[in-house]
T-cell receptor, first 114, second 115 residues
Framework: EPEVTQTPSHQVTQMGQEVILRCVPI?????FYWYRQILGQKVEFLVS????????KSEIFDDQFSVERPDGSNFTLKIRSTKLEDSAMYFC????????????FGPGTRLTVT | AQSVAQPEDQVNVAEGNPLTVKCTYS??????LFWYVQYPNRGLQFLLK??????LVKGSYGFEAEFNKSQTSFHLKKPSALVSDSALYFC?????????????FGKGTRLSVIA
């Protein structure tokens, strides 16, 4: 069964450093998402992406964040200068082109900013 | 603004007993409704969704959910709980007006099934 994959599974970085989180969505999916989950809290939307551009973004997704689909398979989230409060589990998701398609989530990347 | 409420942080049930995890939502229009499950150190797994039609939706692992439009609820149910059902359950809604709208999640309910 196809699945969304994410790398790395765990990333530790120092405050102020740049990190890139990588995702490989399901191959025939066209809609992509990043969410995050701070420990013990609910899953929050960051950004959605379609046709090589951002569709929607939340207020969390400020100028420190960017997304990119550098090739036909990868979908990346970059945090330019990490802050302590960026520590969270980051989930990538993708879905098919039907408007009611469910989103499939990757296993997540745990980001720890020290 | 869309919001999802899961009023119980924790639900405890004995193995073999029926379980219910509650969810209510507040959105404009008729959203798509979803349930996801999260096992420790894992991503979210899709369980079931409501699009239209029959108010009782059947999903994976014997779970089902009942859509109630007048009460704006979408409670998750299972007739007979298993210890392996113990996990964190998230209700989510998505605007059906089109575009690439995201899921809006509730805060989650931890289900503990006791042998």
């Amino acid at each position: 069964e196809p699945e969304v994959t994410q790398t790395p599974s765990h990333q530790v970085t120092q405050m102020g450093q740049e990190v890139i989180l990588r995702c490989v969505p399901i191959s025939n999916h066209l809609y992509f998402y990043w969410y995050r989950q701070i420990l013990g809290q609910k899953v929050e939307f960051l950004v959605s992406f379609y046709n090589n551009e951002i569709s929607e973004k939340s207020e969390i997704f400020d100028d420190q964040f960017s997304v990119e689909r550098p090739d036909g398979s990868n979908f990346t989230l970059k945090i330019r200068s990490t802050k302590l409060e960026d520590s969270a589990m980051y989930f990538c998701a993708s879905r098919g082109d039907s408007s009611h398609s469910e989103q499939y989530f990757g296993p997540g990347t745990r980001l720890t900013v020290t | 603004a869309q919001s999802v409420a899961q009023p119980e942080d924790q639900v405890n049930v004995a193995e073999g007993n029926p379980l219910t995890v509650k969810c209510t939502y507040s959105v404009s229009g008729n959203p798509y409704l979803f349930w996801y499950v999260q096992y420790p150190n894992r991503g979210l797994q899709f369980l079931l969704k409501y699009i239209t039609g029959d108010n009782l939706v059947k999903g994976s692992y014997g779970f089902e959910a009942e859509f109630n439009k007048s009460q704006t609820s979408f409670h998750l149910k299972k007739p007979s709980a298993l210890v392996s059902d113990s996990a964190l359950y998230f209700c989510a809604v998505r605007d059906r007006t089109g575009g690439n709208t995201p899921l809006v999640f509730g805060k989650g309910t931890r289900l503990s099934v006791i042998a």
